[in-house]
């Protein structure tokens, strides 16, 4: 098949692709593809191409386990819930829960999702239940699953025990939550025993790291030095980060020192932590995010994730990578011509980065996966609220969408 006529991530040149085998052998400008039979031909006239979403944050087993209109929408509210909610649970409910919030973000261009499952629940239910949802989708979305302790590895009686059975069924990754140990010794030690067990077992580590408005959170600086001395920084991630926010300039500037030789990854989640934090602030009120912009400009790999949908803690959300951006640059001050341009890379090669994925991107020899925005470039796509048109992985088209038409009808004035 050759899609012809693709703006390949705002190249200006018009470019075609060709894919035989669930793969893309060709790629060139489009005034050099001989025609082929029309029927083995897909006309983009001109609209932007871009390696698939990857949501790099996500939590699959809580979604849609509250009605939207009992939601606080506080973070206090959100935990109250979940901890008598979440061993009520089962394997059924898990699934068609978690099944409806992929399908709505694979229908809008995401084919890979990292999640983080809880696993304090003594039955690992909502574990096992991702975990053949994972097999059960393999066809139209990548699902990465993260062993998730949720009230902390060393404050909650049993949680090392659970992760390293978690990694065992197949969980993909370590998880943690330094800022809600009860000790600050105890968010270094959690920090170590993650890294010890990525070196030992070689999985992956995504901690949720100091999601908090306290500017003495240092859960990052831990985790940061422990994978550098082991060597791994680029296996783990550093989710939320959102006391970067809050922490001094001249602290930041000794943190970074760290960060940057570590080579760690980084996961903003603008709509959610730009709602949840600053809730103890009366005025002003910070934003709540990470520094993205400044570790960006360091050279340090960051994506963005959709974090929760119609949950406990949010209220909203249906996968839609786009809008994730939208937020995120507002919130971020990044809303220069040049960092709308490129902010795609937050929710495509950066998250694929960050999910240490293989043959990700649209370049000859990689598996045929791609999204066809209703857009010429990513600044049309991010102003328009752009459609993503199709979805193709590995050659087919496993999603498409109609785009919306408005017509004027007031008489007389056209
Ligand atoms: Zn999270």
Avoid at 62 to 69: F, G, Q
Wanted: charged content about 25%; some cysteine.
């Amino acid at each position: 098949m050759i899609y012809r006529n693709a703006y390949i991530e705002n190249q200006k040149q018009l470019s075609d692709i060709t894919t035989e085998g669930g793969r893309i052998v060709r790629i060139a400008p489009s005034d050099q593809t001989a025609t082929k039979n029309a029927n083995e031909t897909v006309d983009l006239g001109g609209k932007l191409v871009l390696p698939p979403f990857v949501d790099s944050h996500l939590h699959l087993d809580t979604t849609h386990t509250v009605d939207p209109a009992e939601s606080r929408g506080t973070l206090w509210s959100g935990i109250a819930f979940w901890s008598s909610y979440r061993d009520t649970v089962t394997k059924k409910s898990v699934k068609e829960n978690a099944k409806k919030a992929v399908l709505s973000a694979v229908l809008r261009g995401v084919q890979h999702i990292r999640t983080h499952v809880d696993i304090c629940p003594a039955r690992l239910t909502a574990m096992e239940a991702l975990l053949e949802l994972k097999d059960e989708l393999k066809k139209i979305v990548g699902l990465q699953i993260v062993a998730f302790p949720q009230e902390g590895i060393l404050s909650y009686p049993g949680n090392k025990e659970r992760i390293e059975t978690a990694l065992k069924m197949g969980a993909d990754a370590i998880g943690g939550v330094p800022h809600y140990e009860y000790t600050r010794e105890y968010a270094a030690e959690s920090m170590k025993y993650a890294v010890d067990l990525a070196v030992k077992t070689g999985k992956l580590i995504d901690v949720h790291c100091d999601e908090t408005d306290d500017d003495s959170s240092r859960g990052l600086e831990s985790l940061a030095a422990f994978a550098l001395e082991a060597g791994i920084g680029d296996r783990v991630t550093a989710s939320h980060t959102t006391a970067a926010g809050s922490y001094s300039d001249a602290y930041m500037n000794r943190l970074m020192r760290v960060l940057v030789k570590s080579k760690i990854n980084f996961v903003a989640n603008p709509l959610v932590n730009l709602h949840l934090q600053g809730r103890f602030d009366t005025f002003p009120k910070r934003r709540g995010l990470t520094r993205v912009r400044e570790l960006t400009e360091a050279g340090l790999n960051v994506s963005f994730g959709q974090d929760d949908v119609k949950d406990p803690w949010y209220p909203m959300g249906n996968g839609d990578m786009i809008n994730v951006v939208h937020t995120g640059l507002h919130a971020c001050h990044m809303t220069a011509y040049d960092d709308i341009l490129s902010s795609y890379k937050f929710v495509t090669v950066n998250g694929a980065k960050t999910l240490n994925l293989r043959g990700y991107g649209v370049a000859e020899g990689n598996p045929a996966d791609f999204i066809v925005l209703n857009c010429a470039d990513f600044y049309e796509a991010v102003s328009e609220r752009a459609e993503v048109l199709y979805s193709i992985r590995n050659g087919e088209i496993i999603a498409s969408a109609t785009p919306c038409r408005r017509t004027l009808k007031a008489a007389g004035l056209f």
